[in-house]
């Protein structure tokens, strides 16, 4: 069955370092790849969408890679601050208007 | 902007009852519209795809007869929980596609919490 893995625990970090976020996935072959932000009694915020045909996506502090062999995408956060502080989803899809599915997500912590 | 709203945020009500939730898109139409729920430090767990016009898709294991779900509009669906017992106790949240864009990301309402004591 499809499965999708990230960090279940909580991710600490000193802020101004880069937080590295990990999404694995098992049983699936998306077309694509987003990362939503969520905050506590909140609904998710979309971030980034990388294709599978695309290797690294930026945007300002923000950069997702995505390796089909390996099966992962890498979340990256650099010069992170409190204000990162979150739980992060990754989200597969495969295309057109169908539905994604969501991993479990990992909490993050920007220690100040 | 694409914001998504949903009414009520928060709402109780007693063993039996229907409670109906609003999401609506306010600044762009959505041909999809998404319904998922969420247990506390657990993934979202997705419940239905409303497309507008035509009757939802439920996911294997949600009751399509207890969770109703009205697309009318293209900004506009709604869910309704009939006859809700404690265990729907949940955080309900929607999100929306922007229709005609090709564009595959969603956008989340803030969600609503049903306690049904």
């Known amino acids: 069955s499809q499965k999708i893995e990230q960090n279940s625990e909580a991710l600490n970090i000193q802020e101004g370092k880069t937080a590295t976020l990990t999404c694995n996935y098992t049983n699936y072959s998306p077309a694509y790849l987003q990362w939503y932000r969520q905050d506590p009694g909140r609904g998710p915020v979309f971030l980034l969408l990388?294709?599978?045909?695309?290797k690294e996506k930026r945007k300002e502090r923000l950069k997702v890679t995505f390796d089909t062999t390996l099966k992962q995408s890498l979340f990256h956060i650099t010069a992170s601050q409190p204000a990162d502080s979150a739980t992060y989803l990754c989200?597969?899809?495969?295309?057109?208007?169908?539905?994604?599915?969501f991993g479990t997500g990992t909490k993050l912590q920007v220690i100040p | 902007g694409a914001v998504v709203s949903q009414h009520p945020s928060w709402v109780i009500c007693k063993s039996g009852t229907s409670v109906k939730i609003e999401c609506r898109s306010l600044?762009?139409?959505?041909?999809?519209m998404f319904w998922y729920r969420q247990f506390p430090k657990q993934s979202l767990m997705l419940m239905a795809t409303s497309n507008e016009g035509s009757k939802a898709t439920y996911e294997q294991g949600v009751e399509k007869d207890k969770f109703l779900i009205n697309h009318a509009s293209l900004t506009l669906s709604t869910l309704t929980v009939t006859s809700a017992h404690p265990e729907d106790s949940s955080f309900y949240i929607c999100s929306a596609r922007k229709s005609g864009t090709g564009a595959y990301e969603q956008y989340f309402g803030p969600g609503t919490r049903l306690t049904v004591t």
């Open positions: 600044d762009f139409q959505a041909t999809t």
């Open positions: 989200a597969l899809g495969s295309g057109g208007y169908q539905k994604v599915t």
């Open positions: 990388i294709r599978e045909n695309e």
